[in-house]
């Protein structure tokens, strides 16, 4: 007699098709029109107070922020997401959401970021006081992918400091090194400026005598044909309010 | 069986239909942007041979451990009646249904560099899993061992007991019984469930990005490549993704008899 046992292979079979990823996309239920923008991830703080304001101004809108990588961003607008406004932190992710045929309007410059090194506030396994540190054996260091805007920033801001980094891992956004100091899986990564001032106190900065242009990035706002609303929303971010809540959490002027 | 058999009802075939094209359909979409011809080309690309590579290792390494780990469990969860089996069984079904991030997150508390357990390695060994091979091997174990575990188990007790009672009236302790009884007994579920673990091993993706980080060579297994290569290089992830469907489907036909339904 031969044993069988197909259901419970079956239903494993099930199982590992199924463990695959999870994703969302949803409409307004409030009678709000949504506005949806494609913001880099390094903007994911600042945009909790731009959405507030935006809203204030405009309460007949529902602003919906999706953060990413910048060229995660430009790919998912060039396949015709349906958002109003892409921002990116790069030149280069804009130019293939040109490319694609999907800008309404020529990239308007809003803010400028740079990258610094940042530890735990709360004492990293391995002392890090100097740029120079990331270099030593033993330190743990998290950089940004150099596909995405903040990895070509750090490589940048590296080189200038003469400092030769192995990473032990690479993020697809600058959201992820944040993560992984805030958790304290790593000793030291580089970061945005802003991330730092907007951790609440989780992380800081290493000092560092490198020129504010070394390592800086600049965010570039365009409107999307898919959606509406785009115009009115950049319109914002370069105006007045959204000014001085982008320089209120540390973001630089274009 | 009659002679005439009525057609089936429309409110059942029409959703059956349905969801066999919801289930094709990405399948089509993959196999048709796939570019063919320079398929040989960008699978011996440097960064995918070397996806293709750690894949091997730590899909390898991850099936190992869930047959060292795995067959025990699914005997004791088999033959071993206990209080708090059923807990057991939640525990090993957990993996199955959790989204593979929240796993990675999980392990990131239990075993990361201030976890739970990690913390301790770290102090004593100097050991940290995440950023290392061994932690995406981790990672992938803690997805793949429960398919081998409900595989095994399936199979122990598909098993008449009066084999290994013969066994042991004969003067067989249980070890015995189970070395040269239960084990060549079970072999094709033990197979089975390895080939099962191996493909959600070499497929995983998201506890390993959470817990282990993605660094090529070291982390960057082949979906973690795919992810990375999405947005620069669309066609590398198209290609490498025809790699990973492969290999799921070798797995499918070498079980193909045990995946058949009762005809």
């Known amino acids: 007699m031969r044993p069988s046992s197909s259901p419970p292979v079956a239903l494993a079979a099930v199982a590992l098709a199924f463990a695959g990823g999870v994703g969302a996309c949803g409409t307004g239920g409030d009678g709000r029109d949504e506005v949806t923008v494609l913001a880099a991830s390094s903007l994911t703080a600042v945009f909790d ?8 101004t405009h309460p007949d809108v529902d602003l919906v922020v999706s953060t990413a990588g910048s060229p995660s961003l430009a790919a998912q ?47 990293a396994d391995a002392r890090v006081d100097r740029v120079a540190d990331l270099a030593q054996p033993g330190v743990i260091v998290a950089l940004c992918a150099p596909e995405v805007p903040c990895g070509r920033a ?4 590296l080189r200038a400091a003469r400092v030769d980094v192995d ?21 030291a990564g580089v970061v945005y400026r802003t991330d730092v001032s907007g951790s609440d106190g989780d992380l800081q900065s290493v000092p560092d005598d490198m020129p504010d242009e070394v390592g800086a990035v600049r965010y570039l706002a365009a409107p999307l044909g898919a959606e509406p609303g785009g115009r009115i929303l950049l319109d914002f971010l370069i105006g007045p309010a959204g000014r001085r809540i982008l320089t209120d959490h540390g973001f630089g002027a274009p | 069986m009659t002679a005439h058999r ?6 059942l075939t029409v959703p059956a239909v349905l969801a066999v094209i919801l289930l094709a359909l990405p399948l089509v979409g993959l196999l048709t942007r796939a570019p063919w011809s320079s398929l040989p ?31 025990p469990l699914g005997w004791v969860l088999a033959r071993v009646p206990f209080r708090g089996r059923g807990l057991v069984r939640v525990v090993v079904f957990v993996p199955l249904v959790l989204p593979p991030v929240v796993g990675g997150t999980a392990l990131l508390f ?10 301790l390695l770290d102090d004593w060994f100097g ?61 094709p579920s033990m197979v089975a469930g390895a080939a099962l673990a191996f493909a959600r091993a070499i497929g995983e993706f998201g506890a390993t990005v959470t817990f282990a980080g993605n660094l090529p060579g070291r982390t960057r297994t082949l979906p973690l490549e795919i992810f990375t290569a999405l947005e620069q290089d669309p066609d590398t992830a198209l290609a490498l993704g025809v790699v990973l469907l492969a290999v799921a489907l070798v797995v499918l036909v070498a079980l193909r008899d045990r995946l058949r339904g009762p005809t």
Do not use: C, K
């Not at chain 2, 960008?42 to 795995?70: F, K, Y």
């Not at chain 2, 098993?159 to 070890?175: C, I, K, N, Q, S």
């Open chain 1, 49 to 56: 107070d731009l959405e507030t304001a935006f809203e204030q």
């Open chain 1, 77 to 123: 607008a060039a396949e015709g997401a349906p958002a109003a406004l892409l921002i990116t932190a790069d030149a280069r992710s804009m130019a293939r959401a040109d490319e694609a045929d999907v800008l309404d309007g020529a990239p308007r410059a809003i803010a400028t970021n740079s990258v610094t090194v940042a530890t735990p506030t709360d004492g």
């Open chain 1, 154 to 157: 750090a490589l940048d801001f």
């Open chain 1, 167 to 187: 990473a032990d891992s690479l993020e697809s956004s600058v959201r992820g090194v944040v993560t992984r100091l805030t958790l304290g899986e790593v000793d």
């Open chain 2, 6 to 11: 009525a057609r089936p009802p429309l409110a």
């Open chain 2, 41 to 71: 080309r960008l699978l011996t690309e440097p960064a995918a041979l070397e996806a293709m590579r750690l894949s091997l290792v730590v899909a390898s390494a991850a099936t190992v451990i869930s047959l060292l780990l795995g067959v």
């Open chain 2, 110 to 119: 239990a075993l990361g560099r201030r976890g739970l357990v990690g913390r």
């Open chain 2, 127 to 187: 050991l940290v899993l995440p950023f290392s091979t061994a932690g995406a091997v981790v990672a992938a174990t803690f997805v793949a061992l429960p398919f081998l575990v409900l595989t095994v188990e399936a199979g122990v007790r598909s098993l008449p007991e009066d084999y290994e009672e013969v066994a042991r009236t004969l003067g067989a302790d249980r070890w015995a019984v189970f070395r040269h009884v239960t084990l060549p007994l079970i072999a």
